[in-house]
């Protein structure tokens, strides 16, 4: 079975578990049509190009983008020692998104997602952030995952401090994630450094978690936006 | 000449330097005053200011200097007194709406684009300028706010905090099952993507009151978009009790009477 991802030379038709795309040939364009079970978008196309791309996206699209930041709150607190570098798996849910790709260029048409989107506030009510909100477990190893529903983040404690502290959610900027996939993973590395037992520190690292993976396109670098930073402090706990 | 002959070349020498420290003075304020109003205000309103305070502080230095070279400066003062009583009484609002304008610039209680409450006018700030706000009320109309009246006003900034928390008082009548009813309020709540995780939403019987049973629901939601979430969610929770069989009563008073009523007719 031909994998969701990646470029896909129109027309085409995919079907995977419960979604079917496809574009078709219309007049002098193309209709694009995206049908799950209970949604069906459908969009004309009128392009010279004949190529469109689909790869997992910062996953903070959806249902709107009223925020850059994705918190991970973990099922089961971790307990770091103070002095040492960790490195555990969880979960980040996964938006999908559609590229046209003009001369090295990206631009995105349609964002799709199989999870259920959430929010939450991390900090008060007064000086917070609005995050996108996901619950994961915690692994020692890559746990198995569905490419279209999650991915997977390697996230790599170290805790500079001089105490025990515990470790229970994990805030995240989307401007500095580097998403790679293949037909089997969709992965981040990612960074916590612990200053103190309510500051952290949040980043990305610009790797493939297996060789040969490849990287999907940064849906804010492919809108032109600035970035201000790519990193996150947590300020308000771990 | 004959003034000029008579001034002591320390004299002349105190008045230059007074004069350059002052414009040395002007000139760091006005950089000063560019850069931290950059991201505040509109660069013509940074100009108008910056033009202000550098004249004024020179203006302050030559009247101070011309003593010194042996010019009475009482004269100029007196006339420029009256024009300046006359000009600031023509002007007490303008200047006025100015200065409230420029504090607000300061204090930014509201910004462009928020949604806000100003006295009895609320819409959304379309433009903040240095003598008026211009509101876009919610129902589409163009309101022109002189800044004295938005500065001296109470304001509600309805966006200023990333979220804030709507309310839900839900009859039930006395005969559902007010534990099944919260559980299903609940379960919407969860089911929302934009009624927040956090702050937890909460939902309860809160009074056992004359004609149903009072449940509570709170939620917390983006300030940008609470409305929706509210109107959406509300409609969702009616519907929804009422396919579990749960219904919100009428208001209903059981008479009982002392006598018993004969129906006429019955005999």
Redesign the interface.
Known sequence: MESIYGLHTLPFELKEKNITISVRSKDSGYIYIRETHDEKVEKLLFTKRNEIYLCPVEPVNL??T??PFLLIELQKPLLVEPKTKNKVYIRFPIEIGAFFKIKGDYDNFDIFTFT???????GD??R???CK?YKSDVNTSIPKTDILKEGVIELRIENDSSEWVEVKKAVFNSFGMKIYYNDKLVSMIAKMKILNSSIAETGFSDAPLIKGMDKSVEIYTSRKITLSTAKFVMEAGV | MSIIQNIQPFTLLKAAIILSFAFIISKAISIHLRRSLKDRMKKDHIELIVKVTYYTIIGIALLSVLPMLGINPSGLLLAGGIAGIVVGFASQRIVSNLISGVFMMIERPIRIGDSVNIGNIAGVVEDISIISTIIRTFDGLYVRVPNEQVFTSSITNFVA???RRFEYNIGIRYSDDADKAVEIIKNLID?H??A????EPQAFVDELGDNSVLVRVRV?A?S??WYGVKIELLWRIKKTLEKNGIEIPFPQRTLWFGNELKMMGKE
Request: aromatic share 12%; net charge positive; glycine share 4%.
């Open positions: 249902t709107k009223i925020t259920k989107p959430k929010y939450t506030l991390y009510v007064r917070g952030v609005v909100y | 905090n990333p979220v089911e993507p934009l927040l995780k956090n702050p917390w983006p940008t978009e």
